[in-house]
Each structure stands twice: as C-alpha cells, then as structure tokens.
C-alpha cells in the first residue's frame, strides 16, 4: 500500500519513517513538508541515509489522493483540519496525529488549543479516537483517525481499567506527567535549550495543558459520566519519554495484586500492554524505541488510594507507532506488522 506522510520532516514524522520502512505491506510513495520542500529527508536526517532518501514536497490535496491510499499527519495543531477532509471526500484514510480531531466539541478546541476550528462538523464526526487498544472495534472500519496524545496515551492505558471495573472515585483523580523534551517538537525555543533543561525539572502549562479535556473525555466514554482531572506536567532532563503517575481514591480496599490481577486479564489479548508484578515499577528507559505502555500498580489498603505509573515512548506508542496499529487494525494486518522492535536498552 502506497502512503504519504504529511508533516515529514518533524520528529513524529521521521519516527514514521524509521518503523515504516520496516513494515513489510508498505511503500512510502510521498514526504510532503511545505517548509523544506525540495529537500532531500536524508539531508535533513542524515541517519536515514540509503534508507529514505526522498525528497520533500510540496503538494496539495490533488496531487496527494492521485499518489497514496492512506495519508499520516504528522502536522501541528490547525493544518489537517485545512487539508484531510478534501482527502477524505476522495474516499482516502487519514490519520492524524495532531489533536484537531480529537476532542468531539469545536469550542472545546478553540479554548484548549487557541485557534479557530474550521474543518466541518461532519467531518469530526467522522474521526474515531485512536487508542488502540480500547477502540480497536471503531476502528477497524474508520477512515479518520484521531491519534491520541502522548500524555493521554499514557494516561487512559493506565486508568481506563480501574474506570471500568467501577474501582474509583472518578472526582480524585490527580495525573503526575512527566516528558522528554522531543515533546516539544523540534523548532528552536529558548526553553527547550540544552542550557535550559539539563540538570533541571519544571513543570508547565498548569491547569492549561490542551491535553486535559482529551483526558477527561476519554475517562468520560467508558464512565458514562463526567469528571474532571487535576493534570501536572513537568519537563524532564531527556529524549524521550513520558510518564505518568496516576493517583486516585479507591471506592473500597482492595489489594495490590487483586488489582494487578484484574489489569492483566483486561489486558491479556492486547501485544503492547504490559503490566507489572508487585513491587516492580517501569521506567521509561525500558519501553525506549519500542510501541510498548508498561504500567506498575500500587493499591494503599490503609488510605485507600490506587497509584498507577504508566510509561511509553512518546514518539512511538504516543505518536507514530500508535498510528500505524491503527493503521494495521484498519487494514486487517496483525497489529504488531511492523512494530516489534525490542526496546533500547540501556
């Protein structure tokens, strides 16, 4: 199958790239970027030499529905809510990377994301949400993906089962967040700076992060109910990464391998989910390079609160390799085509 990669020359783009050109169904036919069009990638990226040497384009929606049959975004906020609904009414798959069709309300997306919605309603009708794991049925038959954040990513893996099996108090739920700078995409800024952030923490965008109604939407699906979240994030000294550390209060006592036992079984059928015994806790460096979530389960009998640390690597599982699951749900392709990588280590 022919695909473009639209965004090509960013971080999530070029991580397509890397797991792509292993995926043995796949032809990467177009890398469109506006900004560095006439490029060489591997001008940019020297490390993709003699394994992607194509040369960025600038193309429009025409051009690119004549050449691909399914079309990643690996674009900022407010650029494939412009261009994926003239692909989609040519019958092409979109799956998109930002978060312009992720949160189901246009308002909600002008306050969060601080631009104007101007895709049309039908179109964010059409987006399904894709967290692989828990919508994996939607999404077999969609041609709109809405990838997931990095942080939410992390986040609903680690708390949609203790959602489900009613263990919590949907109104204490507090999410400690933690990334590696390669977040922040790869445009200069003084913030992200070696100087800035080496042998440092510090937290941002408190109580403003675009990725909270995205959390509390995705608790909200499977609750049947709202809730709000309190959502801290917090730079990290590295490449990649997130954490997560969930807290929330338990309805009742229960123990920590009850608990862990109850996650394993709702996660027993998926590859990329894997949940810890008792007493071990993941660490980002153990899922580096790879598409895998690792989650670590704490249950305080005595308070009672249940902690959740949920790792991934931002760029893969919270990025492009979530992306091309759904692309090999979509497809019929067993879900790990292409994305069996070990993790990096050490």
Known sequence: MKIAIVGANGYSGVELIRLLSQHPHIEIEMLVSHSTSGTAINAIYPHLTGICELELEKAGAEEIAERAELVFFATPAGVSQGLAPQLLDKGITCIDLSGDFRLRQPKAYEQWYKRPFVARETDLEKGVYGLSEINRDAIKSAQLIANPGCYPTATLLGVLPAVQMGLIDLHSIIIDGKSGVSGAGRSAKQGNMYSEINE?????????????????????????SETHVTFSTHLMPMTRGIMCTIYAGLKEARSTQQIIEDYKEFYQSDSFVRVRNEGIWPATKEVSGSNYCDIGIFADERVPRLTIVSVIDNLVKGAAGQAIQNMNIICGWDETTGLAQTPIYP
């Not at 990725?211 to 995705?218: A, K, L, V």
């Open 200 to 224: 440092s923490v510090k937290a941002y965008k408190l109580g403003a992060h675009q990725h909270i109604p995205e959390i509390e939407q995705g608790i909200e699906v499977i609750a049947g």
